[in-house]
């Protein structure tokens, strides 16, 4: 076998007999390549290297796909990422390595709306890092609130709301108490003075989304053209579509969006939070936009029963999660491949758009689609076994298997 020395001791790892979604399509007759925890150009090993596989698996005939970003959980497993405890870094860490059965290997824990206290506590323990063997990579936190709107306020606790007073971006600053792992802010673009709080934030490179919000459509064009780019669970905490102003839903068809600007959104596919009629509405007017998240709180992974999120306490029944004692909807028990599952059922959509809305287009929302999110040469190598299903069969981060489905499962 030809030395692979020139260029690297590490082994390539060739996986064989698969259809790899590459180019928005399940390609057949090609095989995926991976040394030091990226995908490799195999004809440069080839022609350049002169090289070959150290270890060949046989995929019998999977599907692989780039590995899952949840850009919107909350917690999972009985862990509240909206709660200050001492061990809150146990907990993160136990929730990153249970979503690896689900196929994320990637995500942006979320904290809804709390006190100051809890994010000047919480956010210091929250650090980006990169996935592997210990659990799913963190890629920032998601602010979801306070800057948010009492009239959909949801679940979010009313005595814990904000607005911006003079010093707006000072004001976030002070309640946030540092932004240096917060990847996503979700505020209500009909605040006064939320247009130099988007434009800073912008700056920074954090994304803006826009959420529990009763914004007319014009506000919501003003927050895009300052540099907003995401929707939190779009149809969930915000003015329903009407005719004659379709609020931050007419976003999805607006002729103002700045020139080379796409706008996000997020959609929780669960067959609770959105009826399958409004999903295929949003998927079929902007296809390129759709994110999905699960918004999963604690009682994910759990038995139903009572639970948290953040200040409240909140009743599982079945898929429904309410607000203890009330029919407010709070956040989900879904897993993010079920997720896939139901919008591809309740779409009719193909299985590689399916794989996309969960993947290439979380990256493309953050910016970081040239290394997650599709299987391109140079890219990481995290990435999923399905069978024809969309079941997950094993997760990979970085070229190695941190999770597969045991034979009994299967």
């Known amino acids: 076998m030809p030395s692979n020395k020139s260029v690297s001791d590490a082994p390539i790892v060739q996986f064989t007999n698969c259809r790899i979604l590459r180019s928005h399509q399940l390609q057949r007759g090609e095989d995926l390549w991976v040394r030091e925890g990226k995908i490799l150009n195999p004809e440069k090993l080839f022609f350049d290297e002169k090289g070959s596989a150290d270890i060949q698996l046989d995929c019998k005939d999977s599907i692989i796909a780039p590995g899952f970003i949840d850009v919107q959980i909350n917690g999972g497993f009985g862990v509240d990422f909206s709660l200050a405890t001492d061990d809150f870094k146990s907990g993160i860490d136990l929730v990153s390595q249970k979503i690896l059965s689900h196929g994320v290997t990637s995500f942006c824990p979320t904290l809804v709306t709390s006190p100051p206290s809890v994010y000047h506590q919480v956010l210091p323990q929250i650090s980006i890092r990169n996935g592997g063997a210990h659990g799913a990579g963190i890629l920032g936190a998601h602010l979801e609130g306070p800057f948010i709107s009492k009239e959909k306020k949801g679940a979010h606790p009313e005595h814990c709301l904000r607005t ?225 299903s969309l079941y997950v069969q094993a997760t990979y981060i970085a070229g190695e298997e941190v999770w597969r489905q045991d034979a009994l499962g299967m």
């Open 164 to 388: 911006f007073e003079a010093g707006a971006f000072q004001d976030l600053l002070a309640t946030y108490g540092s932004l240096d792992c917060v990847q996503i802010v979700t505020l209500a673009p009909e605040m006064k003075r939320s247009s130099e709080v988007i434009r800073e934030l912008t700056k920074r490179g954090i994304c803006v989304s826009l959420g529990h919000s009763v914004a007319n459509l014009s506000q919501a064009e003003e927050a895009v053209q300052h540099g907003a780019t995401f929707i939190t669970h779009l149809f969930n905490a915000m003015l329903p579509f009407h005719h004659r102003d379709p609020g931050i839903v007419g976003l999805l068809t607006s002729d103002k969006i700045p020139a080379g600007r796409r706008v996000f959104y997020g959609m929780i596919s669960d067959g609770i939070h959105t009826n399958p009629a409004a999903l295929r509405i949003a998927h079929r007017a902007h296809p390129k936009g759709l994110v999905l998240v699960t918004d999963a709180i604690a009682g994910m992974g759990l038995a139903p029963g009572r639970h948290t999120l953040g200040q409240q306490v909140v009743e599982i029944d079945g898929l429904n999660t309410y607000i203890a004692g009330t029919k407010t909807l709070s956040g989900s028990v879904a897993t993010m491949d079920t997720c896939v599952r139901h919008f591809q059922e309740a779409t009719g959509c193909s299985v590689e758009t399916a794989l996309e809305t969960a993947s290439l287009h979380p990256a493309q929302l953050l910016g970081i689609e040239h290394k997650k999110g599709t299987l391109n040469y140079d890219s990481d190598a995290d990435f999923l076994m399905l069978n024809d």
